[in-house]
């Protein structure tokens, strides 16, 4: 089997990421394919094996991170580590795990890490002002909504949701939070 035409290592069989099957339908695609991109195929083994999970153990996820971390193409394995940061099916050591080795693939991943910390936050914890401060100071930062949208759906706090009138959010928030207040009262 040639392993290394498509960009993967030896651990990949090894650590149960690929089949020599695959492997085989993926040598057999890539001679057919016209613009022989290898890195799209890896991806597609990476998020494969997500999908194909129910659980990660944690062995499991510090082989994906040494896998993409090896990859030579940064780009992909950056997608790919994304995807398995935001997975639902992380328990809270693994996504720790997984935060400490973000930084490593590069100065985009601050703003991931802030937000999937946020997110865990929103969807675990009652709504303070200090959250919903993070929250604002994300979207103010990053030019980014994703926060306080999930703000809105999850809160039922008429006081963090009166918030968004005083704040520079947008129209759609603001109408967002206001039609949230309407159903509340």
């Known amino acids: 089997m040639d392993i290394l035409k498509l960009g993967y290592t030896t651990k990949w069989i090894e650590y149960n990421f690929l089949t020599e ?3 085989s339908k993926q040598n057999t695609d890539f001679e057919m394919d016209l613009d022989k991109k290898a890195e799209k195929y ?3 083994s990476f998020v494969n094996w997500i999908k194909g999970k129910e659980t990660f153990t944690n062995e499991e996820v510090s ?3 040494e896998l993409a971390l090896e990859d030579v193409d940064k780009r992909m ?3 790919a580590i994304t995807d398995l940061f935001v997975s639902p099916k992380l328990t809270n050591r693994q ?3 997984i935060k400490i080795k973000l930084p490593q693939f590069g ?3 601050q703003k991931l890490i802030t937000r999937e910390v946020l997110i865990r936050r ?3 914890e009652r709504m303070s ?3 919903f401060k993070l929250c604002y100071d994300y979207k103010v930062k990053f030019k980014d909504n994703r926060l306080l949208i999930n703000v809105i759906k999850k809160t039922n706090d008429s006081q963090c949701l009166a918030l968004f009138e005083e704040l520079e959010v947008g129209k759609k928030l603001k109408t967002l939070a206001k039609n949230k207040l309407k159903k509340l009262k």
């Open 63 to 65: 082989h994906y991170i």
């Open 21 to 23: 099957e695959i492997l």
């Open 42 to 44: 890896r991806y597609n």
């Open 122 to 124: 929103i969807n675990s």
């Open 77 to 79: 394995s950056g997608s």
């Open 95 to 97: 996504f720790e795990m």
């Open 107 to 109: 100065e985009w991943t």
């Open 129 to 131: 002002p200090d959250l």
